[in-house]
């Protein structure tokens, strides 16, 4: 079955740099998801980028698309200490009538003030 | 509006128990998903439903898991009997009416219910 990795499993900065975390598929989409969830708590739905989208922003994140690589990136500028949190990648498969997400293992992400 | 939300948000119970788990989706959400992240793994799907229907159960582990959605609003998971393995997060979603061409919504998520089996 499809399952989602993603790059670094930990990712630690300080305050004001900017973080990258990766995440690569397996099969086709129709869209990629990015979710964040602060420990404790559930997931929060950050970001949705189509199949035929290459590059998404909201804020301070951009989400890009390779759908040739099977990858995509998550950026947070100006990172906070308030973004510290784990970042799920989640994939809509493009086969089959289900509204299934394929999730990734998460980039535990400490950003130090 | 009101998000997701999830009942029990702990469960402690002995191996061989039953336990049912609640989740009440955005209001006029029709699509509601089930999921469960297990220690140190990755969050996986169970089930998911449009209304009451079941639109796709593959990721249901084995016959001691029943999920319902009676009337298509809220929905139940109960696990009988509990196992040690099924320890974990539980996870519920919902998101709006699918698109056309299988395009898909954002999924909205509960916090979760923590259920331990000891």
């Known amino acids: 079955s499809q399952q989602g990795e993603e790059d670094p499993q930990a990712l630690s900065i300080q305050e004001g740099e900017n973080a990258t975390m990766n995440c690569s598929y397996k099969t086709s989409i129709n869209n990629l998801q990015w979710y964040r969830q602060n420990s404790g708590r559930g997931l929060v739905h950050l970001i949705l980028i189509r199949s035929n989208e290459r590059e998404k922003h909201s804020g301070r994140l951009r989400v890009t698309l390779d759908t040739s690589k099977k990858s995509s990136s998550l950026l947070i500028t100006a990172s906070r200490a308030a973004d510290t949190a784990s970042y799920f990648c989640?994939?809509?498969?493009?086969?089959?009538?289900?509204?299934?997400?394929?999730f990734g293992q998460g980039t535990t992400l400490q950003v130090k003030p | 509006e009101a998000g997701v939300t999830q009942f029990p948000s702990h469960s402690v119970i002995e191996k061989g128990q039953t336990v049912t788990l609640r989740c009440d989706p955005i209001?006029?959400?029709?699509?509601l998903y089930w999921y469960r992240r297990v220690m140190g793994k990755e969050i996986k799907f169970l089930l998911h439903?449009?209304?009451?229907?079941?639109?796709?159960e593959s990721g249901m582990p084995n016959n001691r898991f029943l999920a319902e959605r009676t009337g298509g609003t809220y929905s139940t998971l109960k696990v009988q009997p509990a196992e040690l393995e099924d320890s974990g997060v539980y996870f519920c979603?919902?998101?709006?009416?699918?698109?056309?061409?299988?395009?898909?919504?954002?999924?909205?998520f509960g916090p979760g219910t923590r259920l331990t089996v000891t």
């Open positions: 989640a994939t809509a498969p493009s086969s089959g009538n289900t509204g299934k997400l394929i």
């Open positions: 979603a919902s998101s709006l009416r699918q698109g056309l061409a299988g395009m898909h919504y954002e999924q909205y």
């Open positions: 439903f449009v209304k009451e229907s079941k639109q796709d």
């Open positions: 209001s006029g959400h029709d699509n």
